[in-house]
């Protein structure tokens, strides 16, 4: 569809609803709006952001493919429960900052959960439009138009009001979605508020994790400054646990209550032989240097190295895995071999990703796993021999296991691997807090309607309770943990 | 936080130590312990450095660095009153300090930094230390005097230290415990010594790190066939049981990259310091 074309039905299809409305019918007829992006050829030369976004026109014809549903049913799937039809019908109407607003009522951060959360899995998967067509990925575009309204808003100036000071100090650990959330919460309620964080730079996986090319960094610092405006102070390079324990916090520092956001930080690895050869990388790490570090400008501006690889295997199926592989492509890679051990269907990333990375010439090698990695006389990686599986009974996950076929090795000759297979939480904190509950997998122990931990005054939420999990459900503990730490200090006053 | 390097000095041709401002990391570090720093925010390398010693009036810390390439090159050209941008730590775990009888701390180069502290440290809870301390020729040796404070025997070699090491594991009794910390190549050769007489032998590993916290993976070692994160599970390790020559590869991954990036700043410099000589 051309501009002109798009303007027009845009015209028509509003012309329509003054005389009479739009029948369901006519709803369903019109034609899902793809979002604008970067050509994949040229995009795999550079680190900018993929899709361009929606323009205006694009944004009220999706908003129109809306039915209004009585039960809005998309609310339901929203982890943090944002009023989503009736954001959808205020874009449908042209009234933006409306939609804004209603959206902001739940979620803090729209623009960057319009860009990351996996919407046909939540919202777009409970959507009647979606229903119909028994396909989440043709419903109505819920993550495309939440994205265009904060975009829309630009560097909003906006300060959120900030009460009284309550004289009250609150310490919060880690500036991932969920400390950014709990920080601003916890701030609008007057209370003396220090954000904490162990890298030179505040946002979490939102900086060194998640690529700009999908994320782009001005959005997560804009967040960070409504933060400082709003008085929040922040604090880097503090590594809680290391520089200073919870524990001196509350009792020598002066904190009156604390959150624990630390996320699920260390990587794991496969344990298979030849896993420390040089040239096998963690995506965490390949991924932090390429992001926080700015590897991609080593040579010119950068400090930090990567390896400049030909041949590149990735190895998992989450969205980690998607942008360790597309970040291989724009480092300069040949080929990037995507190696998961079970089918497309049971990859946990987000479906725009694994259709942007096939677009971008990812080779995808479904039902096959790494059994060792092979290297040379300098322990450089030159290879990975490869298992082949096929799908087994159902596992505790729901998932048909793989099991691997016995005698159908392979070899792939490369370069690099990077794992991405998941991480697990940081024991940092944990191990010098002995009364802290945690379970056997080291995430913390909460009480879900408050997220308070075992521990008076301190709250904790995001990855370090969930296990490695989402940008919005990080947020939506941030959110509860906040009004749980408001109304922990309310009742300590008396 | 700001870290202002209040003092500098330079202790051989390519070593130099600063006192930088940290007053929260002086106060919770203990001996073995390290920093991450880095000089600017957005383009700089994050690299880690042993905290040599502290000032707890001051609120400053010690380090030591040799002058290997880019960053530590820049590092050394900062002058007191200038700031350090991000001073993380103390990272690591500390030493386990015991009283263990007859102790040989054997450190080479630039690991005589992070050894003294961990030197002192054994000899105040009443070990006998004996030192032998080297460098590729005299003129690099550093801290030859506050070793001799320390030790009670000082043995100063221009080699990895490895043959008097073997003279001193012969005798007898031989001694209770190795401290080795030195480039990977002579704490391989200590250990391998010290493996043959059976005397336990802690190692300081100086593996390549991003973050410094075990989220990256990149300070990984082969430990006893398993893998191990230097930053969290280390530095120190027994020296047994770890994979040398895995490490010395991992170390040098990307060696020809960097040495082109130090080249390029060296060249920088000369521009800058012509053109201020000019002005
Ligand atoms: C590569 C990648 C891609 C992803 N893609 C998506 C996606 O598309 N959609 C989605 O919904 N989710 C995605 N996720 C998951 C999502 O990013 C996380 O679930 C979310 O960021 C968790 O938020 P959090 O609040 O727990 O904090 P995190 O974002 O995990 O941040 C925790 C922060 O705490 C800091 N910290 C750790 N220890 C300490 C300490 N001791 N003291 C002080 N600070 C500390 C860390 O440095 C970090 O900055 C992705 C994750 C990764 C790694
Ligand atoms: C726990 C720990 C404590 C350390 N303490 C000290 C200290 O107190 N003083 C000190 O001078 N150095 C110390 N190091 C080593 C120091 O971190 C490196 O020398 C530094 O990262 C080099 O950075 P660069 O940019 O100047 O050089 P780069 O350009 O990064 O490297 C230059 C050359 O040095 C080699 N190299 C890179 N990293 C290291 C490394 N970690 N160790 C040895 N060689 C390396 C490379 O192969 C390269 O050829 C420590 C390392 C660790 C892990
Ligand atoms: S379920 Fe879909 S069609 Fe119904 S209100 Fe929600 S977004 Fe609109
Ligand atoms: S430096 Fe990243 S895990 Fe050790």
Known sequence: MTDSERRQLLHDLLQKQENGGLKPRDRYEIPPQDMPEQDPVVRAGNVNEVATGYTETHARIEALRCLGCKNAPCVNGCPVRIRIRDFVVEIAEGRYEQALSIIKENSLLPAVCGRVCPQENQCQLTCTVGK?????????????????????????????????????????VGSGPGGIVAAADTRRAGHEVTLFEAFHKPGGVMVYGIPEFRLPKAIVQNEIDTLAKMGVKIVCNFIVG?????????????????YIGVGAGLPNFMGIEGESLVGVYSANEYLTRANLMK?????????????????????GGGNVAMDAARTALRLGAEKVYLVYRRTEKEMPARIEEVHHAKQEGIEFHILQSPKRILGDQNSQVTGVECLKYELGEPDDSGRRRPVAIEGSEFTIDLDTVIIAIGNKPNPLISQTMPELEITKW????????????????????????????????????????????????????? | MSHRIVSKKQLSEDVFTAKVEAPLVAQARRPGQFV??????????????????????????????????????????LQPGDEIANVAGPLGN????????????VGGGIGLAPLLPIAEALKAIGNRIISIIGARNKELLILEEEF???????????????????????????????????????????????RQFDVPTEVSLNTIMIDGTGMCGGCRIEFDGKAKFVCVDGPEFDGHKVNFDLMMKRLSAYKSAEQKEHERYKDHRCKVSEIKEKE
């Open chain 1, 442 to 494: 080291g995430t913390i122990v909460v009480n879900e309607e408050t997220m308070a931990t075992s521990v008076p005054g301190v709250f904790a939420g995001g990855d370090i309770v969930s296990g490695a999990a989402t940008v919005i459900l990080a947020m939506g503990q941030g959110r509860i943990a906040a009004a749980g730490i408001n109304e922990y200090l309310a009742k300590k006053d008396k």
């Open chain 2, 148 to 194: 001799a404070r320390t030790s009670d025997e000082l043995i100063i070699t221009t080699d990895d230290g490895s043959e008097p090491l073997a003279e001193l594991c012969q005798a007898e009794p031989k001694p209770d415990k190795v401290f080795a910390i030195g480039p990977a190549i002579m704490m391989k050769f200590c250990c391998d010594v010290t």
């Open chain 1, 242 to 258: 290391k520089t200073r324990t919870v524990q001196q916090l509350l009792e020598e520092d002066g904190f009156d209550a604390a």
């Open chain 2, 94 to 105: 500390p030493t386990e300090l015991e009283k263990f009888g007859t102790v040989v701390c």
């Open chain 1, 132 to 172: 119909r067509f028994k396909d989440p990925t043709r419903a109505v575009s819920i993550g495309r138009l939440e994205r265009f309204v904060a975009d829309r808003d630009g560097r909003s100036e906006s300060v959120p009001a900030v009460a009284a000071e309550t004289g009250k100090k609150v310490a919060i």
């Open chain 1, 295 to 315: 590897a991609y400008g080593y040579g010119s501006c950068a400090d930090t190295p990567i390896a400049r690889s030909k041949a590149v295997a990735v190895v």
């Open chain 2, 36 to 77: 991450i720093i880095s000089l600017n925010n957005e383009y700089a390398e994050r690299i880690p450095l042993t905290i040599a010693g502290v000032d707890l009036r001051e609120g400053t810390i010690s380090l030591i660095w040799q002058r290997v390439g880019k960053t530590t090159a820049e590092l050394s050209d």
